[in-house]
């Protein structure tokens, strides 16, 4: 069955026709067009397919799109303003966070949604916002790296 | 030849180049790509840790509408493996499976739901072989080798 949904996603509204068990994955990537989330284990393991919902992070491969109804969906196309990478954007890319970048876009959604909710996260917190996201090439150092810088620029008044 | 120069960049930190791409979610990665009319691909994995394979049946998945074709290691003679951990590996399981996951068989269908249902009609028939689950027990005397190198 399909059912009308209507939601926000990255900043603005949308209705949409959605069959009841398509994964909210699978609608952002095929019907939308926004591949910057990724498929990485398709089984809630990996969180390379991390988005916010009102903010919160959530593994898109385990949420179905018709439980988002009235929700604000924010994907990684939605960062960054008139071509300026946002603050975790920048972490990610000027402290190394990301080689491969299969990874990127779920830990950045993750790390976006850790520094809207807290601005000043300690590298505990900060390792535990980001506990459901699996990297393959980095490490986590520089990750964690990242996303503390990211708060620092965060404070200078750059959106995470 | 140059003389090679003493590195400068030790210690210090070098963007990468596209990384503002994949930062942004714009990088496009071979499973972002979508072609008109492309048609979807799944893999059959073994769900065994380790057999002898005695018949990979795939007649029934291909009566299937919809699907376009099935190969199995029976198509593939050649090893591909860059590392040299990897030299002597196929890229579908020919003779034994190894591990649980092992690929076994790939679909080619029209869309996603035929190439899963696919994979639900192709029958794997295996003589069980031991399988090892620590790496003292795959060490001790007298444990099978799993690999064929
Ligand atoms: S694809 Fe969702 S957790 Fe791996
Ligand atoms: S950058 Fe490659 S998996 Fe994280």
């Known amino acids: 069955m399909a059912r009308l949904l209507e939601f926000t996603l990255n900043g603005r509204d949308r209705a949409d026709a959605v069959a009841d068990n398509i994964l909210l994955l699978d609608y952002l990537r095929e019907k939308a067009g926004l591949t910057g989330t990724k498929t990485g284990c398709d089984g809630g393991e990996c969180g390379a397919c991390t988005v916010l919902i009102d903010d919160r992070p959530v593994l898109s491969c385990l949420t179905l799109a018709a439980t988002v109804q009235g929700r604000r969906i924010d994907t990684i196309e939605s960062l960054g303003t008139g071509g300026q990478l946002s603050a975790v954007q920048r972490g990610f890319h000027e402290k190394l966070g990301s080689q491969c970048g299969y990874c990127t876009p779920g830990f950045i959604m993750a790390s976006a949604g850790l520094l809207r909710k807290n601005p000043n996260p300690s590298e505990d917190e900060i390792k535990e916002a980001l506990g459901s996201n699996i990297c393959r090439c980095t490490g986590y150092v520089k990750i964690i790296e990242a996303v503390q810088y990211a708060a620092a620029l965060n404070a200078q008044g750059v959106a995470p | ?149």
């Open chain 2, 1 to 149: 030849m140059n003389k090679p120069l003493p590195a400068r960049n030790i210690g210090t930190y070098v963007p990468m180049i596209d990384g503002p791409e994949k930062v942004s979610g714009r990088a496009k990665y071979t499973a972002d790509i979508v072609h008109p009319g492309q048609l979807a691909g799944r893999i059959y994995r073994s769900p065994y840790s380790h057999g002898e394979i005695v018949a990979v049946d795939v007649s029934e998945a291909l009566k299937l509408p919809g699907v376009l074709a099935i190969v199995t290691g029976a198509d593939c003679d050649k090893t591909f493996g860059v590392l040299p951990v990897a030299r002597s590996e196929h890229p579908l399981a020919r003779d034994r499976v190894r591990y649980r996951g092992e690929p076994v068989a790939a679909v080619a269908a029209v869309d996603d739901a035929t190439a899963r249902e696919a994979l639900r009609r192709i029958k794997l028939t295996v003589r069980e072989l031991p399988a090892y689950y620590t790496a003292k027990s795959a060490l001790a005397p007298g444990a099978s080798a799993a690999s064929m190198v």
